[in-house]
Each structure stands twice: as C-alpha cells, then as structure tokens.
C-alpha cells in the first residue's frame, strides 16, 4: 500500500509538473506571438519649424501586404487649423512601402511671439502590427522671436580638410549675428553616410560648432583621415536647439574626395587678368598690350604616383616660357589654402605646389630664379575641365606698375588676396 501511495503521488506530481510546464511553454509561445509582429513607430521624436512646412515620418519594419492606416492624435498649445494645417490626421502606409508621412504646414499669418509646442501620439496599431516604443513626437513651433539655422550649402567635398559654413537667419529672413557664442550640435547621419568617423574622416573640433559672437557664419571643420571608394559620403544634419528652428537647408551631403590629382598633360587655353583690370585707377598705370599671351603650343605635363610628388615637364613656347622655364623637374606638394578670392568674392580651396627654377620676374630681360609656390585648382568651365593655375608671389616685389611683366606679380595681400594672373589649362586626351 505504501508503495501504491508513492507511485501515486509521483504520478500526480508529473502531471502537475506537465501542466505548469505546458502553461509556461504556452505563455511563451503567445509572448513570442506579440513580439514578432512588425512594429510601427516615428522616425525621429523631434522636429522644429519655423515658416513652411514639416513632416513627420512614420515607418515599419514590414511592408504591408495592402494599405494600412495609422490614426494619429495631436495635443499641446499648437492648435490644429489655427495655428497649422494638415489633412486627416492619419497616416498611410502604401502596401510593398515601409515608410508614410504627414505633413504639417505653418499658418504664417499666426505666429505669435512665443514658440509653441505640438504633440503627435500614435493612436494604435492596424490589425497585424504593433506600436513601437518611438510611438510620439514634439513639434516645436518658432514664435516670433525664434531663429533658423542652415547650413550654406547642400553639398561640399573634403579634400586633406573641409570647411563648411551654417548661417542663422530670423524669422523675418535677415542674418542673425548673436549678441554672445552660440554652440550648435551636428549629428552625423549614420544610416545616411557611407564613411566612418574616425576611420575615413574626423572633425577635429567635435561635434559641435562654435558660432562666435557677432559672426556672420559659424564653420563645420572636417578633417580627411583615408579616401575609400564607395565608403566616402558624409550627411551633416542639426542637433537640436530651444529657440532654433532648421531652414531651407537642413542637411549637407559631403564627399570625402581627399586633395585632386593633377596628373596628365595640359594644354594652354587662356589668360585671365580680371583680377588687376577690374580696377580702373589701375589701369592707367599697367599696359594692357604688355599682357602675357599663350597658344595651343603651350603644354606642360605633370607625372606623379600621388599627390605628394610630381615631375613637371614644360613645353612652353610663349610668355609662360619667361615665367617656367624649359628644365623638367620635380614639384612637391605644400598644402591645400583658401587665401585666394575669385572674383565673386569666394576664397576657393586650390593646392599650393612648390616649384623650383621659377623666374619671378617673368621677364626675357630680368632674371630672378628661385623656389616658387604655384596654385592650382579643377574647375568646369562651360562644360569643360580646366586646370586652374593662380600665378602669385607670395613675397613682396617691387610695387611700381608698369613696365616689364613682373610688375604684374604681387604679393597676396597686395591686393587684398586677389590673384594677379589666372592660366586656364585643358587637359589632353
């Protein structure tokens, strides 16, 4: 009998054990059923506007089958139709798409002097998915007093640096310039870029810029570490800021191309000397008719496995012949600048290359050889590559006009950074 009793009551432990278990595995399994279902959720939980428009992405980890609808619910201080407009507050999210938006446009002629707030909320989930945890976002609406940050431009290349300028403008559209320092984090978009911070470049500032009282432009600094094809874009957009809103360009595209390789042979294509006739007092004082001229016979050819070293082998039958020389040598990189202005006011980076045996007085008549930086720089002119070749100083010279050809060499700072003679070259195929 006892042993009957223990037999029994092991085998009702079993079935206990069996039923707990069951109830577990069961419990599990309907657990693993909510947490395989494709979520939806908002991209980002932040957006700002200051005019125009916003939108807000929704997003899925699934596309769906056929269309589904999100319904979204709005509460806080911006009040829909008065403040901004939309259409049905919903979202939708075309079938084989994983991606829907809504967008919010701005009630110009409502804005009132203190920034509003406006909070969106998923309202549930179509049958089939889940909410995400990133369900809600805030809007922040610019009052009057607010102000806009954007970046210059939309797209930049770095070559060994980059510099690329954000403006901050009021809501009235004129330049702001900050009363003190004003600091401003940029986020690298990682899903968007190609290139790895500190592997393929690095900004050697931070994170954040530092727009200094009264300033016109605050400056992003990237630094080049290595140029790997395909692994070489970089998208810049804003951090966030209370009282700050991004306009018109709100994200930068930059190219990690590292400094341009000048190799091949080029041919004489023209003069400018716009840079020294723009000005009219001067012109009285420099003969136009002592200009340097140039033809189709006028080639160089630099040969090189890098950036860093070239061999430079002229082949100059007219002015530039005064200037060159004949003598094939080596030329050695000295670093990329921006000291130049272009005539629209610009100061474009070009590459500073040291070249022995140079003239400087560019004359048949006068001789003073000796190591020279010469600046070069691609750029399209009317459809076409040229090498632009910026003849300067960079020391001072005699500053009498007039006269034989070296009187049109000076000193960068002599006129205000400006290039005193521009060579266009065009490549042989």
Sequence with gaps: MAMKHIKDNVMLLSLALCAVITMLASCSSNDDDSSVLPQIFIEQPFYSIAKGQVTINVETDVAPTQDIVIPVRFAGTAVRDVDFTTDEPQVTIKAGETKGSMTLSRVVDNIPDDNLELFINLAGAPAGYSLGLMNYASVNFLGKN?????????????????????????MKGSIYRPKADEYFSIVIDEEQSTAVEGEHFELPEGNVIKYKSGAREGVLKVKMLKVEPGRDKIVFRFGDKDGFATGNNPVMTVTVKGPEIYNGTWQFDHFD????????????????????????????????????????????????????????????FIKEDKEFRDQSGNFPLFTRLRFPGINYSFSNKQSDIRDAQVAFKLKMIDGKECLECWIGDWVPV????????????????????????????????
């Design 273 to 332: 000397l716009a840079d020294v006739l723009m000005y009219g007092d001067w012109g009285t004082s420099i003969y136009p008719d002592l200009a340097p001229t140039g033809s189709e016979a006028d080639k160089f050819t630099l040969t090189g496995d890098s950036y860093l070293k070239y061999t430079f082998t002229p082949q100059f039958a007219g002015d530039l012949k005064k200037y060159f020389g004949t003598d094939s040598r080596e030329v050695t």
């Design 146 to 170: 607010g102000y806009v940050m954007s970046f210059k431009e939309t797209t930049g290349t770095v070559g060994l640096d980059g510099e690329f300028k954000i403006v901050l403008y009021d």
């Design 398 to 429: 005699d500053d009498e006009f007039g006269g034989e050809l070296c009187y049109w060499i000076y000193d960068d700072t002599y006129l205000w950074g400006m290039a005193p003679i521009r060579v266009y070259f065009t490549r042989v195929p």
